[in-house]
Nanobody
Framework: QVQLVESGGGLVQPGGSLRLSCTAS????????MGWYRQAPGKQREWVASITHPNGGTTYYADDSMKGRFTISRDSTKNTVYLQMLNLKPEDTAVFYC??????????????WGQGIQVTVSS
């Protein structure tokens, strides 16, 4: 079994910052790409950012606005991916989900999701 657990969400005022964390645990042979998605009320889930395997650790962002305010990083020693969010706006309010492509001991490569964590940006 593989689990992804997010933390670090909450309520923040516009212009504030939050750092989300997501840690993978369980029967893991290798963690490949990791990423963050979000789903705002009444909208579809959308991709936010991804980071490739730690050798290189190339980062990708959904658009320039996120690239300028969000930073994705990972600590492979802790099986953890982070999303540092600065200058948060009310439109960033959403449930944020962690995603990881993980190879398990049976050599299967599957995508796994966290349970989601609420981020609310409001005054």
């Amino acid at each position: 079994q593989v689990q992804l657990v997010e933390s670090g969400g909450g309520l923040v005022q516009p212009g504030g910052s939050l750092r989300l964390s997501c840690t993978a645990s369980g029967s893991i042979t290798r963690i490949n790409a990791m990423g963050w998605y979000r789903q705002a009320p009444g909208k579809q889930r959308e991709w936010v950012a991804s980071i490739t395997h730690p050798n290189g650790g190339t980062t990708y962002y959904a658009d320039d606005s996120m690239k300028g305010r969000f930073t994705i990083s990972r600590d492979s020693t802790k099986n953890t991916v982070y999303l540092q969010m600065l200058n948060l706006k009310p439109e960033d309010t959403a449930v944020f989900y962690c995603n990881a492509d993980i190879t398990t001991p049976d050599l299967a490569l599957r995508g796994y999701w966290g349970q989601g964590i609420q981020v609310t940006v409001s005054s």
